[in-house]
């Protein structure tokens, strides 16, 4: 991994233009979801950046759920499944679905084209 390492960006942006390209050649949208991790409330904003634009670029729609946790310092051990385990709990994911289709249904073209 450290030996990759100089070539992240290369690696992403091949491995996101492969899937644009896929999904383009059997009629299918990409969609570039940003999900936070759990612990995540703030999300470093030059990697955001960086990864959105690589994502942009490579013709994927973008969507951001961002703050889905909360923002700013909201402990957000609640919607762990356990201390040792913070992937989103059954509430952590009622929260994720009920903002995804929020941004699903906001853009009256994307209600259009379903």
């Not at 644009?20 to 979801?33: E, L």
């Not at 951001?64 to 040792?84: A, I, M, R």
Request: with cysteine; aromatic share 8%.
């Amino acid at each position: 991994m450290k030996r990759l390492q100089p070539f992240r960006t290369e690696i992403v942006e091949w491995g996101y233009r492969r899937m644009t390209d896929f999904c383009r050649a059997h009629g299918m949208q990409p969609v570039w979801i940003f999900l936070p991790a759990t612990e995540e409330t703030v999300v470093e904003p030059k990697q955001y950046q960086e990864q959105r634009a690589i994502a942009e670029q490579a013709g994927f729609e973008i969507l951001s759920l961002e703050g889905v946790f909360g923002s700013g310092q909201t402990d957000t051990s609640h919607l762990w499944l356990s201390p040792d385990d913070h992937h989103p709990n059954q509430q952590g994911h009622h929260l994720i679905a009920e903002r995804l289709l929020g941004e699903l249904l906001r853009d009256p073209a994307r209600r259009s084209a379903s």
